[in-house]
């Protein structure tokens, strides 16, 4: 009883500790520190509480040979320091930077709302270069289309459901609803092959067609690629269009070329973009003639030309503020090199501009990704320039002279793997599996109370306290908590049921067999050990391989998963052996062990009846 | 209850049930990898409540835009898990501008990116064969584990042997039901999937010890009886806790099922099937498999019946 005792006090504090622990929010000895704003201070993983996951592979080739060459350890270090500190100073939010492997990175950004700004940050080869960027571009003839391709080009009026109106019935003409607000185009059709290219084509030239739309809602006024066209027929038709012009004749909306016919509309510039070339569905047919034929050039919307000009020309970069408005600007410095390229650049740009009012813009390009293309405001000569943006914000300034200023990555990276999830998804998982698990676990304790009885409760209150230290020393490690590692933890409560049910079936055999309460609960708990440790060595073996390769892998949601259900099985083992066996001997000592059927719900009679015979 | 005279039952009745999984694994496509395995992208779309999308139109759209390729699964009204190939910064920016334009033009915000996923084939291909050797190695570890945990009982080999067969028995049940609904509901398997299955073998190797250890147990009690005799008076006793313990887990898992959220809903129907497969395994094949094994045939039981 003695023993007893004692273990019931340490289990009192057990408790006791474990309620403390997590009814503190936040944890605080000096370097020690758990806990935030997170239910119970737990640490929530990127899938519960959103946020991004970017992996990387660093990538050392020899410049001659092209062979991949080892990256050292230092390098990585030297790599993992380098984005950290440009995360950190951008106050994106802490990351956890990891080294996986010998040439791998895993960047883990909790909470992140914008995971493309961290992209930027982070780079990749961080290769920065400025380029000219020509506006004013040569049409380029796409050779692929053969005359053969084309089987008949026709003008007509067609309606926005890309219909057309000649061809309607009078039935459609009459109803009140009849659209009939037309638009003067081209219907080309093509053969199978001529309308699979003409496809391609519309595609590339509609997603130009939406970036640029895009940048010029940022300010940027970046026009699209655009589709030029010259018809020989009765008389010589050219005139130029954007993505936004074409449609497949049987298509849902006028933008996208959807569908599956062959017959493409092409608007007829009849709006005030050219109004040199408006045109209407008449004259066009009359100047295509009875055999016209047509060829296609593409017009680029810009080309960035190479000017040698790179992130090594640049001596400084930093925030500052516009001396006349106070608006957000951010300061370059080059060195000699950069100061005499970007001088001839500026100039180039700005007498360009003088005599033909092209506006060529400086690009520049981190790792073949737009940062930003400033215009050029006068002949910058001095080596000392300002970029200004119309939608320049001081966090906006703060990246910006950060990746200009911290030049290229130690060694050049590539991103492999990636997942984002929004904190709002990862709430409402975390939410509803909190629930779904409450809801889950409260039907368990019921069923083993009613099947069980005492011991059911018993075991009941020792699940309680099983998920009150998991939880603990979750909170302690810390582990954190995954969508994986909530899989893992239900599983591990399976098996702390699956214990405490081996021990009750093993304890009924004990009493049926005739034995005092007190001994039947020994032997039971002693029976029912070879089969509990033998599960649990068996899925702890399946751990330890899990975990091990997991960690070759770098797949950090298979590794959650086997942690949480080892750490799960370990405690497990502790609250059905300890907790469980000596609460039920305790309560083998008071008086509710004489009402056996309390212990044994089916055949206690019997024994009941048994013991009070002997 | 005689278990062990039914043995061959057992096997017909596993077999009729792995069978068209089996089928539809061998029958193209097999199982539809997810971008975990093959690489690529894959992302949640959360249309505005108002707007009016359905799988057809998103899917023409996504050709539209350049992604003949992709594919849709409706997640709820407005919220779509898109699949496509590998997606950059850029090409991903300007497809979700360009879906935003086309569904939504005029709400703001036009659309929500809930979740976006990106597997470059180099990792995908690490994966596939990292996780056929964590596979077997979890295999042989447990197979090993078992033969020494049972060595104080005659042939303790089999004992391990058997846990294995128990063990692919409810790993291909797993798998070839998801291959079924591979074809039927578009259902991908990715890494989570993986992870369930290996739960799956976690459980179903439990399972099997629980009432190998009562046959340990009683073959050294009863060593006068004949072994078939010993193994179903094993089972009889161990067949309360096992659908006790698989009743609990169960009643768990639907109601993580059925009120947990979306993202994890194909993992708990992988350890729902699981869980069913490990419990009938344990009885119905390991234990089935050492009797079998015993006898030197499967036919026996028609032949005469051995009971207890």
């Given at each position: 009883m003695r023993r007893n005792a004692r273990v019931l006090v340490i289990i009192a504090i057990i408790v006791a500790l474990c309620g403390t622990v997590l009814g503190i929010q936040e944890i605080k000895v000096r370097e020690f520190h758990r806990g935030g704003d997170t239910p119970l201070g737990l640490s929530l993983g990127l899938d519960l509480q959103g946020g991004s996951h970017l992996v990387y592979r660093a990538l050392l080739t020899d410049s001659e040979t092209g062979e991949e060459l080892d990256v050292s350890e230092n390098q990585m270090q030297s790599l993992s320091k380098t984005i950290e500190r440009r995360i950190n100073s951008s106050g994106l939010g802490e990351p956890i930077i990891q080294i996986l492997g010998n040439n791998r990175l895993l960047v883990q950004l909790p909470g992140i709302r914008d995971p493309g700004r961290a992209k930027t940050l982070i780079g990749e080869t961080a290769r920065l270069e400025f380029k000219h960027r020509y506006l004013d571009t040569d049409p380029i003839k796409l050779e692929s289309f053969q005359p053969e391709d084309i089987v008949s080009i026709t003008a007509e009026d067609v309606n926005s459901d890309g219909k057309i109106i000649s061809q309607l019935s009078t039935e459609e003409l009459s109803s009140p609803n009849a659209n009939i607000v037309s638009f003067p185009a081209l219907v080309v059709d093509f053969t199978e092959k001529g309308a699979e290219e003409f496809r391609q084509t519309a595609v590339t030239l509609a997603m130009s067609w939406v970036l640029a739309m895009d940048s010029t809602r940022k300010g940027n006024l970046l026009p699209p690629d655009r589709l030029g066209m010259t018809i020989k027929g009765s008389e010589e038709l050219r005139f130029q269009v954007a993505g936004d012009d074409i449609a497949r004749l049987?298509?849902?909306?006028?933008i996208a070329p959807l569908g599956t016919s062959t017959k493409f509309l092409i608007a007829l510039p009849a709006s005030e973009d050219q109004p040199a070339t408006v045109i209407n569905a008449d004259q066009a047919r009359e100047k295509l003639g009875l055999n016209p034929s047509i060829s296609f050039d593409i017009k680029k919307g810009y080309i960035d030309e190479d000017i040698g000009l790179t992130g090594d020309d640049l001596e400084n970069a930093y925030p500052s503020q516009h001396q006349g408005s106070g608006a957000p600007i951010v300061s370059i410095e080059f060195d000699d090199r950069g100061t005499k390229l970007f001088g001839e650049l500026t100039t180039e740009i700005y007498s360009k501009q003088q005599k033909t009012g092209f506006r060529d813009q400086i690009a520049i390009v981190l790792d073949g990704q737009e940062l930003i293309a400033p215009v050029v405001n006068s002949p910058i000569t001095a080596g000392t320039a300002i970029i200004q943006g119309g939608d320049f914000t001081l966090e906006r300034v703060k990246d910006l002279s950060l990746l200009l200023e911290s030049g290229r990555l130690p060694i050049p990276i590539e991103l492999i793997q990636e997942r984002d999830v929004d904190a709002i998804l990862g709430a409402d998982s975390l939410r509803k599996s909190v629930v779904a698990g409450a809801i889950g676990l409260l039907l368990v304790l019921l069923f083993m109370t009613l099947y069980y009885r005492i011991p059911g409760l018993v075991a009941s209150l020792a699940l309680v306290i099983y998920a009150l230290i998991v939880l603990t020393v979750f909170k302690i490690l810390p582990v954190t908590l995954t969508l994986s590692g909530v899989a893992a933890a239900i599983l591990s409560i399976g098996m702390a049921v699956d214990a405490n049910i081996l021990i009750f079936e093993r304890m009924k055999d004990e009493l049926r067999a005739g034995r005092t309460m007190l001994s039947a609960i020994n032997i039971g708990f002693n029976r029912a050990w070879p089969a509990i440790r033998d599960g649990n060595v068996s899925t702890l073996i399946t751990c330890a391989i899990l975990y091990w390769f997991s960690d070759q892998l770098g797949a950090t949601i298979v590794q959650g998963f086997a942690a949480t259900l080892a750490i799960g099985v370990l405690i497990s083992m502790f609250s059905a052996i300890v907790v469980s066996r000596t609460l039920m001997r305790v309560l083998a000592l008071t008086a509710l062990s004489r009402r056996v059927r309390l212990f044994v719900p089916s055949g206690g009679k019997d024994i009941a009846d048994r013991q009070s015979q002997s | 209850m005689d278990f062990v005279g039914k043995r061959f039952w057992f096997f017909v009745i596993s077999s009729l049930v792995i069978a068209p999984g089996i089928i539809f694994l061998i029958l193209a496509p097999g199982l539809r990898p997810g971008i975990d395995f093959t690489g690529g992208s894959s992302m949640t779309i959360q249309f505005p409540e108002d707007t009016s999308v359905d799988q057809k139109e998103l899917r023409e759209s996504l050709g539209a835009h350049g992604h003949p390729e992709a594919t849709v699964q409706k997640m709820g009204p407005t919220m779509f898990f898109v699949r496509t190939k590998e997606l950059d910064e850029i090409s991903k920016d300007s497809l979700v501008l360009g879906l935003a334009n086309s569904f939504a033009p005029n709400s703001d915000p036009q659309l929500l990116l809930q979740g976006f996923d990106l597997v470059s084939p180099v990792v995908a291909q690490e994966t596939v064969i990292n996780a056929f050797w964590a596979v077997l190695a979890a295999a042989i570890g447990i197979f090993f584990y078992v033969w020494w945990a049972f060595r104080n009982v005659p042939r303790p080999l089999r004992y391990g042997l058997a846990a294995i067969v128990a063990l692919l028995h409810d790993a291909i049940i797993v798998v070839g039901i998801f291959a079924i609904l591979g074809e039927i509901a578009n259902m991908e398997v990715n890494t989570m999937f993986l992870i369930s299955l290996l739960t799956v073998i976690g459980y179903s190797v439990n399972d099997t010890i629980v009432v190998f250890d009562k046959i340990r147990e009683n073959v050294l009690v009863f060593s006068n009886r004949p072994f078939p005799e010993v193994v179903n008076l094993s089972i009889s006793e161990t067949i309360g806790r096992s659908i006790n313990t698989s009743f609990t887990l169960l009643v768990t898992l639907l109601a993580l099922y059925l009120f947990g959220g979306a993202t994890i809903r194909e993992f708990l129907l992988v350890l729902i099937i699981g869980v069913v497969a490990g419990t009938y395994s344990s009885i119905a094949v390991a234990s089935q498999v050492l009797v079998t094994w015993d006898q030197?045939?499967?036919?026996?039981p028609f032949r005469k019946t051995v009971t207890s």
């Open positions: 049987d298509g849902e909306t006028l | 030197k045939s499967i036919a026996l």
